[in-house]
C-alpha cells in the first residue's frame, strides 16, 4: 500500500468547492484485505488510535455509519479507510474537517482519495501518517517490504509530533477568529506565508492582519507599546494608574530600585511579551537578582515595578470600545492531601480541554524555571503533597500560554474602568489593544479600590475571549472585521472567468481591453502571461490558481479577468472561491486521454466548476449542447446566452421571459451583434467594425467579440464602452500573441496562430477559405505530441483539401512521441484523404519548417502556419526577407510512403542553411541538433 501520487486543490474543484487534498493510492495485493477480512482486531486497533471514528457517519448519514462500512459484509477498502484516518488525524490536531471521498480510477487495486484540510502541508502529513498508522495495524505478513526502513511506529509518539507540526503551522486561535469572521461576512482571505500573515479581501479593497495587528495599526503606536517604560509614563501623564517603575541594566541598580520602589516587586523584560521572564511578588535582593537574569534572557532592559496587590484582568479594546474583559488565573493545582503536585499537574493536564500549544481552547501547566522557583519560594518541590484545598501557583501570570485559565468579565465591568481602558488604547493609537489592568474587583472602580494598568498589548491574544474556561464566550473578531470592513463596504474586485476548449486568451483579452478602456486598472490572466493594467508582470503559461491568486493579491487591480484552462482546474482548482461572471466559451476534443479525462462528455464536467461557482451571472454558449447543459448546475442569479443561431428555439424562449442574451442577427448592411435584457433589444454593432473579426469573415472571433460583449455588459459596462473596446482591439501579435496574427509586409501575406486541436484548426481553415487569395495557400502544420492518435488524425483531415502544399512538423517538446512521429502521422492521413505526395513535406523542426514555407512563398500566396514558440515564430516571419528568384524545395520524408524529390519550379539549395539526416529530413546546418536546441 502506497502513495503514489499527490495534489492539493486550492479551491473549488470536480469533487467539492473548497480545499481538498487529492492522493493516488496503490494498494496492491491489500486490494484482496477489506476490512471485514482484516477482522476486529485491525478495527479495534483502528478505534484504539483515533477513537472518535466512531462518530463518522459515512454513507450512511448517522454516528457509527463508518464502522458499520467496515464491519458488515466484506468491509470496505483500505483507500476508503485512509479517508477517513486523514480526516480524523487532522481534527486530532484541532481541525475541523469532515468530508472525503474515495473512488476507484479505474485500474485494479488503485483508489483516489479526496479529503478535506484546513491547512495545505498539514493535510498532506494527515494522508501519510493515517496510511503508516493503518500499515502498523495489518498483520507483519501483509506489511510492504522495507516500510518506513525498518524504524519502529510508535502511536502515541507521532501522534504527538504531527500535533506539534500542525499547530506550528496552524493559525493560532486570534488568527483563526478573525478568519472565521470574515468568513462569516463573505470577506475573502488568502494566506501569505507560513505563519499569520493574512490578506482579507481582493486587490484594492484588500486588508491585511497579522495575528490581530492589522493593517491600520499604526507602527508608532507599536512602537511604543513595546517599550513598556514609555507606554507607562506615557499613561501616567495622562492621569491613568500605572505602577511606580524604574528601567535598568544591572542587577546592581535592579535591587537598588527594588528598595526605593519598596518590596514587594515585580521584575519583567522591556520589551517581551506572553509573560515571559516576568517574575511578581520579589521580597528580597536575592530574588530580584535571580528574576533579573532571568528578565534579561528575553531583553536587554529589565524593569522593576512596584507590586500592585489584585487579580489580573485583560480588557480589550476594538477601534475605541470596549468588546470583552476576562480575569486571568495563572496556572495552578488544587491540593487534596493524597497526590503530589507532579502528580495533580498530571490530573490537571488530563483536562479534555488541554492540549498541546494553541491545539485546544487551554493549554498544559509544564514544569519550567518559574514553576520551580514559585514552589521553592514557599518551601515546596514536585513530590511535596499540598493540603486539601490548598491552591498553589505554578505561574505568576495569568496567560493562556502558559497554562492559565481565563474567566469572562466583560458583564460586570464597571463603567469607569471601561472608560479607563478605552483612554488608555487611545493614548498609545492602536486600533485593537490589550490593556493588562490589576484590580481586586473589576466591578468597583479603580478610583475606590485603587489597582493599576501594568501592561498596554499591541497584538493581544483573543483565545481568553473567544474560549474562555468560564463564563460567556465573546465575539471580539467581528468588530475587527467591521472596522476594517464597515458594513456595506466592498471586499471583493469583480472577477471573470473565462474557460472553454478555444477562443478563451482572445476572448480575455477582448474583455481586459473592454474593462481597460472603462476606466478599470485590470488584471489579466492568460497563456503567457499574468498583465497588471496592461503590462506583462509574469511571463508563462498562467491559467490555473497561482495565477489568480497573483491578481487578486495585488493592490491596484480592481477588475479581474482570469483564463481558467483545463489543466489548472484538475491540477489544483480555482484560486478562488467564487466568481461575478463564469463564462464556458465551448467544449470540444481537446486534451482527451489526460489525467484521468477520456471523453468530451468528462471534458464538460471540468469546464463547467466555472458556471457552478458564478455568483451574479454563467454566460454559456447557446450553440454548443455540452454548454448548453451547464444552465441546470449554475446558482448564478443571471444566465446569459451566447448564440449565432437567431431561431435558436431554447433562446427565444429565454429572451421572451425577460432573460440576458448575445444573438448574431443578419441585417441589410451585414451581421449585427445584439444584446437582449429585461426585455429590450439592443444592437451593439456589426461584425465587420470588429478589426479582430477580419471584416466579419473570422466567425470563431465574431464569437469571441460575443463572449466578450456578454461578460462585459452583465459585469455593468455600457454599450458604447463595449463598443469602443471591440472597434480598437486587433489580432496584432503585440495585443493578442499567437492569435490570428497576420503579417502583411511581405508579397504574400502570412497569418500565425496557436491552433492545437481540431476545432481550432477548423477555424483558420474556414477563415482562409473566405480570404481572397490571388496565388496558392501554404500550410504549416503540427499538433502537440501529448494529443490521441485519433485526434492528431482529425487535425489533418480538417486541413485536407484546403490548401496547395503542407508542410509538417512537430512541436520542440515531442511529449513522449518520436522525433518524427507526429508529423509523419499527420503526413500519413493526409494521403489518406487524397492530397497527393509530392504536395506534402515533412521537416521535423519548427524553426527550419516556416523557413521553408518562406522561402516557398511567391507574391500574392498565403501562407497559414500554425505555430507552438510564438514569439520566435513571429521574429523570424518580420525578419525574413524574400528574395526575387524562383525557390524549389525538396521534399524531406522519413516514411516509406511514395514521394517526389523535387516540388515543381521551386528550388532551395541545401547551401542555403539546411542540411539532410540519415532519415532524410531537412535541419538547419548551424543548429545543435538534439532535444533541448529549441
Known amino acids: 500500500?502506497?502513495?503514489?501520487?499527490?495534489?492539493?486543490?486550492?479551491?473549488?474543484?470536480?469533487?467539492?468547492?473548497?480545499?481538498?487534498?487529492?492522493?493516488?493510492?496503490?494498494?496492491?495485493?491489500?486490494?484482496?484485505?477489506?476490512?471485514?477480512?482484516?477482522?476486529?482486531?485491525?478495527?479495534?486497533?483502528?478505534?484504539?488510535?483515533?477513537?472518535?471514528?466512531?462518530?463518522?457517519?459515512?454513507?450512511?448519514?448517522?454516528?457509527?455509519?463508518?464502522?458499520?462500512?467496515?464491519?458488515?459484509?466484506?468491509?470496505?477498502?483500505?483507500?476508503?479507510?485512509?479517508?477517513?484516518?486523514?480526516?480524523?488525524?487532522?481534527?486530532?490536531?484541532?481541525?475541523?474537517?469532515?468530508?472525503?471521498?474515495?473512488?476507484?480510477?479505474?485500474?485494479?487495486?488503485?483508489?483516489?482519495?479526496?479529503?478535506?484540510?484546513?491547512?495545505?502541508?498539514?493535510?498532506?502529513?494527515?494522508?501519510?501518517?493515517?496510511?503508516?498508522?493503518?500499515?502498523?495495524?495489518?498483520?507483519?505478513?501483509?506489511?510492504?517490504?522495507?516500510?518506513?526502513?525498518?524504524?519502529?511506529?510508535?502511536?502515541?509518539?507521532?501522534?504527538?509530533?504531527?500535533?506539534?507540526?500542525?499547530?506550528?503551522?496552524?493559525?493560532?486561535?486570534?488568527?483563526?477568529?478573525?478568519?472565521?469572521?470574515?468568513?462569516?461576512?463573505?470577506?475573502?482571505?488568502?494566506?501569505?506565508?507560513?505563519?499569520?500573515?493574512?490578506?482579507?479581501?481582493?486587490?484594492?479593497?484588500?486588508?491585511?492582519?497579522?495575528?490581530?495587528?492589522?493593517?491600520?495599526?499604526?507602527?508608532?503606536?507599536?512602537?511604543?507599546?513595546?517599550?513598556?517604560?514609555?507606554?507607562?509614563?506615557?499613561?501616567?501623564?495622562?492621569?491613568?494608574?500605572?505602577?511606580?517603575?524604574?528601567?535598568?541594566?544591572?542587577?546592581?541598580?535592579?535591587?537598588?530600585?527594588?528598595?526605593?520602589?519598596?518590596?514587594?516587586?515585580?521584575?519583567?523584560?522591556?520589551?517581551?511579551?506572553?509573560?515571559?521572564?516576568?517574575?511578581?511578588?520579589?521580597?528580597?535582593?536575592?530574588?530580584?537578582?535571580?528574576?533579573?537574569?532571568?528578565?534579561?534572557?528575553?531583553?536587554?532592559?529589565?524593569?522593576?515595578?512596584?507590586?500592585?496587590?489584585?487579580?489580573?484582568?485583560?480588557?480589550?479594546?476594538?477601534?475605541?470600545?470596549?468588546?470583552?474583559?476576562s480575569k486571568r488565573v495563572p496556572g495552578h493545582v488544587v491540593g487534596d492531601g493524597s497526590h503530589t503536585i507532579e502528580q495533580l499537574v498530571e490530573i490537571v493536564n488530563q483536562d479534555p480541554r488541554r492540549g498541546i500549544g494553541h491545539e485546544k481552547t487551554l493549554t498544559r501547566i509544564d514544569f519550567d524555571y518559574q514553576a520551580e522557583r514559585l514552589l521553592a519560594k514557599r518551601g515546596y518541590s514536585r513530590s511535596t503533597v499540598p493540603p486539601a484545598g490548598e491552591v498553589v501557583y505554578l505561574r505568576s501570570t495569568g496567560n493562556l500560554s502558559t497554562g492559565g485559565t481565563a474567566v469572562d468579565m466583560t458583564d460586570v465591568v464597571h463603567p469607569d474602568n471601561r472608560e479607563m481602558a478605552v483612554r488608555a488604547a487611545r493614548a498609545i493609537g492602536l486600533d485593537v489593544a490589550g490593556i493588562d489592568f490589576l484590580t481586586t474587583d473589576i466591578a468597583r472602580s479603580y478610583k475606590e479600590t485603587g489597582g493599576a494598568i501594568c501592561e498596554v498589548n499591541a497584538a493581544p491574544g483573543f483565545r481568553m475571549h473567544v474560549a474562555p474556561s468560564e463564563g460567556t464566550p465573546r465575539d471580539v473578531a467581528g468588530p475587527v472585521m467591521d472596522m476594517l470592513f464597515p458594513p456595506g463596504s466592498p471586499s471583493r474586485i469583480p472577477i471573470a472567468a473565462i474557460t472553454g476548449t478555444n477562443g478563451k486568451t482572445t476572448t480575455s483579452r477582448m474583455t481586459a481591453h473592454i474593462f481597460k478602456l472603462a476606466g478599470n486598472t485590470v488584471g489579466l490572466t492568460t497563456t503567457d502571461g499574468v498583465y497588471i493594467d496592461g503590462h506583462l508582470s509574469v511571463v508563462g503559461d498562467m491559467t490555473g490558481p497561482v495565477a489568480a491568486r497573483i491578481v487578486l493579491r495585488d493592490p491596484s487591480v480592481d477588475m479581474a479577468v482570469l483564463e481558467t484552462a483545463r489543466g489548472g482546474l484538475l491540477k489544483r482548482g480555482l484560486g478562488y472561491r467564487r466568481c461575478t461572471v463564469g463564462a464556458v466559451l465551448n467544449v470540444q476534443a481537446d486534451h482527451l486521454g489526460l489525467r484521468g479525462v477520456e471523453t468530451i462528455e468528462q471534458l464538460a464536467r471540468v469546464k463547467r466548476i466555472v458556471a457552478e461557482v458564478a455568483r451574479d451571472t454563467a454566460v454559456l454558449n447557446a450553440d454548443d449542447s455540452h454548454c448548453l447543459r451547464m444552465a441546470a448546475h449554475t446558482n448564478a442569479d443571471n444566465l446569459c446566452y451566447v448564440t449565432m443561431n437567431a431561431a435558436h428555439p431554447l433562446v427565444k424562449e429565454h429572451v421572451r421571459a425577460g432573460g440576458r442574451a448575445v444573438v448574431l442577427e443578419a441585417g441589410i448592411n451585414g451581421q449585427m451583434i445584439t444584446i437582449y435584457d429585461k426585455g429590450s433589444h439592443m444592437p451593439l454593432l456589426w461584425t465587420h467594425q470588429v478589426p479582430s473579426t477580419v471584416d466579419g469573415k473570422a466567425m470563431h472571433n465574431v464569437q469571441n467579440a460575443m463572449f466578450a460583449a456578454a461578460i462585459t455588459f452583465s459585469m455593468g459596462v455600457g454599450l458604447e464602452n463595449i463598443r469602443l473596446g471591440l472597434r480598437t482591439f486587433d489580432m496584432t501579435f503585440f495585443q493578442a500573441p499567437g492569435r490570428m496574427n497576420f503579417y502583411n509586409e511581405h508579397p504574400f501575406r502570412v497569418l500565425l496562430d496557436y491552433g492545437h486541436n481540431p476545432a481550432a484548426v477548423d477555424a483558420m481553415v474556414k477563415l482562409v477559405d473566405r480570404m481572397e487569395v490571388k496565388g496558392r495557400r501554404l500550410l504549416v502544420l503540427a499538433a502537440p505530441g501529448d494529443r490521441r492518435d485519433e485526434d492528431i488524425r482529425d487535425i489533418a483531415r480538417t486541413t485536407a483539401g484546403h490548401f496547395d502544399h503542407y508542410i509538417c512538423r512537430r512541436d520542440d517538446n515531442v511529449r513522449g512521441r518520436g522525433p518524427t512521429e507526429v508529423p509523419e502521422m499527420l503526413r500519413a492521413e493526409l494521403l489518406n484523404q487524397g492530397v497527393p505526395a509530392d504536395r506534402i513535406t515533412v521537416i521535423e523542426r519548427e524553426v527550419p519548417a516556416l523557413e521553408l514555407a518562406l522561402s516557398m512563398a511567391r507574391e500574392g500566396d498565403f501562407l497559414l502556419a500554425f505555430v507552438d514558440q510564438i514569439e520566435r515564430s513571429w521574429k523570424q516571419v518580420s525578419e525574413f526577407r524574400p528574395e526575387g528568384a524562383v525557390r524549389t524545395a525538396p521534399a524531406a520524408v522519413s516514411s516509406p510512403a511514395p514521394v517526389v524529390d523535387e516540388l515543381p519550379n521551386f528550388e532551395l539549395p541545401l547551401g542555403e542553411g539546411f542540411v539532410r539526416d540519415g532519415r532524410g529530413v531537412l535541419l538547419p546546418a548551424l543548429e545543435d541538433h538534439d532535444e533541448e536546441a529549441d
Not at 23 to 28: E, K
Not at 94 to 112: A, L, M, N
Open 1 to 325: 500500500m502506497k502513495i503514489v501520487s499527490s495534489s492539493v486543490y486550492l479551491g473549488p474543484n470536480l469533487y467539492a468547492h473548497f480545499r481538498l487534498v487529492g492522493l493516488t493510492v496503490d494498494l496492491g495485493p491489500l486490494e484482496e484485505w477489506p476490512t471485514a477480512r482484516l477482522g476486529d482486531i485491525f478495527i479495534d486497533g483502528l478505534l484504539a488510535a483515533l477513537p472518535r471514528l466512531a462518530d463518522h457517519g459515512c454513507s450512511y448519514g448517522s454516528p457509527g455509519g463508518f464502522l458499520r462500512r467496515m464491519r458488515e459484509g466484506q468491509g470496505t477498502w483500505l483507500g476508503h479507510v485512509l479517508e477517513h484516518c486523514a480526516i480524523e488525524v487532522q481534527n486530532e490536531a484541532g481541525g475541523d474537517v469532515t468530508f472525503g471521498k474515495t473512488r476507484s480510477t479505474g485500474t485494479p487495486g488503485e483508489y483516489h482519495v479526496v479529503y478535506e484540510y484546513d491547512e495545505e502541508e498539514v493535510g498532506l502529513q494527515a494522508g501519510q501518517l493515517a496510511l503508516d498508522l493503518i500499515v502498523s495495524l495489518l498483520p507483519a505478513e501483509l506489511r510492504p517490504a522495507g516500510w518506513r526502513d525498518g524504524a519502529p511506529f510508535e502511536w502515541a509518539a507521532e501522534r504527538e509530533t504531527f500535533i506539534r507540526a500542525a499547530q506550528r503551522l496552524a493559525f493560532g486561535p486570534s488568527t483563526a477568529a478573525l478568519v472565521k469572521a470574515a468568513e462569516e461576512r463573505d470577506i475573502p482571505w488568502l494566506r501569505l506565508n507560513s505563519h499569520s500573515l493574512v490578506q482579507m479581501g481582493h486587490g484594492r479593497y484588500q486588508r491585511r492582519i497579522q495575528a490581530t495587528v492589522t493593517s491600520e495599526t499604526r507602527h508608532i503606536a507599536v512602537s511604543i507599546a513595546s517599550d513598556k517604560e514609555e507606554t507607562n509614563r506615557i499613561l501616567a501623564d495622562l492621569g491613568l494608574p500605572v505602577a511606580r517603575q524604574r528601567l535598568v541594566y544591572d542587577f546592581d541598580r535592579a535591587i537598588k530600585a527594588a528598595e526605593r520602589l519598596g518590596y514587594p516587586v515585580v521584575v519583567k523584560p522591556l520589551d517581551a511579551n506572553h509573560g515571559r521572564g516576568v517574575s511578581i511578588g520579589l521580597t528580597e535582593g536575592e530574588q530580584v537578582k535571580a528574576a533579573f537574569e532571568q528578565a534579561r534572557q528575553h531583553s536587554r532592559g529589565v524593569l522593576v515595578e512596584k507590586f500592585i496587590e489584585g487579580l489580573d484582568h485583560r480588557m480589550l479594546v476594538v477601534n475605541g470600545k470596549l468588546v470583552a474583559v
